[in-house]
């Protein structure tokens, strides 16, 4: 679906700009990737999901938007990151729009986490988000400002036990929203966080979502619907359009008012 059918806003002002995704060939990032494309967004994105990104593309083709540009990259590695950037950045221009979003919440027994599980699960859920900010802002300088939406989530404010590194880098993410705003927003570089609640993605519902989360989740939301894929993209995309060019440094929750 173009944005011109859609029933939810259409937003100028992303038509034409570079966006770029972290994580983008499956559940929300590809909602991401999928909603800046129908806004008219040129998007790039990273995944090591080569399948994944596949179906994404060819479900993108021939809806009218820009077809994105897929670059395989894990963003535990800064070196392949960079080379993703500059590859996005080669291909479609200067990134004003970044999306941090890649991440993993495969569970984690306390008892036999050793360092390198630490190590692991604080690179793929939080030291990327440093780097790629790094990587991208010289040229959102260049075009006079940017707009960088960090994935936080609802699991580091809420009873959520079995992803301790998950957990700790969703929290440090928020403080990295808080500092990096103040540092860059002098260039008019707004970087804000948007904290998800239990989204009914497919790895979700495959992996985690089980009668007794329906239960809990019917219990602790105050809305009685799922928060799905869209519910977040929608937030994402206003945060990156100049709808909300006042808007920096803080968190904006989608969790169906969990409570
Ligand atoms: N789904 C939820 O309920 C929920 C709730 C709160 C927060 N979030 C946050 O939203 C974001 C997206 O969540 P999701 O549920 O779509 O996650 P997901 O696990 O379904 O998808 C993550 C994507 O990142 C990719 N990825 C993982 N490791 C990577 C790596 N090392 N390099 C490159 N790509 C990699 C995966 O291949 C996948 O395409 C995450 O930051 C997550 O923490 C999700």
Redesign the pocket.
Known sequence: MTATESPYAVYPSLRGKVAFV??????????FVASLAAQGARVGF????DA?AGRLLDRLAGTGGPQPLYVR?????VAQLRSAVAAVEKGLGPISVLV??????TRTDIETVDTPDWDHGI???LR?HFFAIQAVMAGMRGLGGGSIIN?????AHVDFTGLPM?IAA?AAIEGLTRTMARELGPDRIRVNC???????????LTHWVTPEVREKLARVQSLPDN?M?AD?ARMVLWLAADDSAMCTGQKWIVDGGWM
């Open positions: 972290t994580g983008g060939a499956t559940g929300l990032g590809a909602e990273a995944d090591v999901d994944g990259a894990d963003v535990c590695d941090n979003n890649a991440a993993n919440d690179a793929v859920n990327h994935l936080g989530s609802i699991s998950y969703k948007v904290v998800p609640g239990w989204v009914f993605t497919e790895r979700q928060v894929p977040v």
